[in-house]
């Protein structure tokens, strides 16, 4: 059964965030709010974590997992940025943009894209997750918490917890975090390509 946490949206109360996070530490997968919609999440060495979101989701190996980073400063260890792509992305975050660029070889085999070796990198800015985040002292790995038999992301804290009770271990409510994912572009081949439009500005990059 999840635990369930009712959060602050703007000012999250410490003690939960640090019960979420040893949670997180002992292996958990939570559902929790960002600034496009809420995500499921893990810590980045989680044995079953990737797979326990792959069956939630009915997720193929070809799905990009993202890796929700703290700070602009946390992208070098994953992913490989060149010039253009390190100052584009520093000026658009943090925002509900993902990026997709290659992954360093700290991003284990079986996160990374199948064929490509890539993974979507993101920066939000939601004051829960960002204490979450801060707490943890490393990104979580994430995926937005579309399920296959819905149209639309969950926004309702409450019924994520009746919904996925024995399928997820905790679920953070801050309320109403909207329905649109996030601006999904890829930077793997050296320039940006928007493959979807989402809650960030796509202008930007087109």
């Known amino acids: ?9 703007r000012d999250p109360q ?3 965030i640090a019960q979420v996070v040893r949670m997180l530490r002992e ?3 939570i559902a929790y709010p960002t600034d496009s919609c ?6 980045l060495d989680s044995p079953d974590g990737a797979e326990r979101i792959r069956r939630l989701r009915r997720l193929d190996d070809k799905h990009h997992f993202t890796l929700v980073c703290a700070e602009f400063a946390q992208l070098g260890q994953f992913v490989h940025l060149d010039n253009a792509a390190f ?3 520093k000026a658009a975050t943090p925002n509900p943009y993902t990026f997709i660029l290659p992954a360093t070889k700290e991003v284990p085999k079986r996160l990374a894209h199948g064929k490509l070796k890539t993974v979507g990198v993101r920066i939000p800015d939601h004051p829960v997750v960002r204490a979450l985040l801060r707490e943890l002292g490393e990104p979580l790995l994430s995926s ?3 399920l296959p038999e819905h149209e639309e ?3 309702d804290g409450w019924q994520i917890k009746e919904e996925l009770d024995h399928q997820v271990d905790a679920v953070l409510d801050a309320g109403d975090c909207g329905t649109v994912p996030t601006t999904v572009v890829d930077w793997s081949e050296g320039y940006p390509e928007v493959v979807r439009v989402g809650a960030g500005d ?3 990059f087109e």
Request: glycine content about 4%; aromatic content about 10%.
């Open 14 to 16: 410490p003690r939960s």
């Open 1 to 9: 059964m999840a635990r369930y946490f009712d959060v602050h949206p």
């Open 202 to 204: 796509p202008s930007r």
């Open 153 to 155: 992301a969950m926004t």
């Open 38 to 43: 809420y995500a499921l999440g893990c810590r």
């Open 87 to 89: 100052r584009a992305i």
């Open 27 to 29: 292996d958990a997968l």
């Open 144 to 146: 937005t918490l579309l």
